[in-house]
């Protein structure tokens, strides 16, 4: 049974930092992911990692500020998110797939998310 476990989200200032933790089980994947969703808005691609490679891709509103990494020996993914802005606010969900290329944005397995909130 796949399981996705986040955890770390909470209220941080603008400016301020978080780190975002995934844990994953049950299957061997080919890539993991993070994704949001703020209130009233769909869901986005925040940052994805190949899982054996490393390889990484972030969507441009978090490049240079979100840093995507895991810990193949725990089998946790992570998300560094630095320079919080107000517009970060959202549920932050960990996705994972056994399929397919970074660049592919379909995932087979959800998280139930963990809620980030900035305060301006």
């Known amino acids: 049974q796949v399981q996705l476990v986040e955890s770390g989200g909470a209220v941080v200032q603008a400016g301020g930092s978080l780190r975002l933790s995934c844990a994953a089980s049950?299957?061997?994947?080919?890539?993991l992911g993070w994704f949001r969703q703020a209130p009233e808005k769909e869901r986005e691609f925040v940052a994805s990692?190949?899982?054996?490679?490393?390889?990484?891709l972030y969507a441009d509103s978090v490049k240079g500020r979100f840093t995507i990494s895991r810990d193949n020996s725990k089998n946790t993914l992570y998300l560094q998110l630095n320079r919080l802005k107000p517009e970060d606010t959202a549920v932050y969900y960990c996705?994972?797939?056994?399929?397919?290329?970074?660049?592919?944005?379909?995932?087979?397995?959800w998280g139930q998310g963990t809620q980030v909130t900035v305060s301006s």
């Open positions: 996705a994972a797939a056994t399929t397919g290329g970074l660049y592919n944005l379909k995932y087979d397995y």
């Open positions: 990692i190949n899982w054996s490679a490393g390889n990484t």
């Open positions: 049950g299957r061997t994947f080919t890539k």
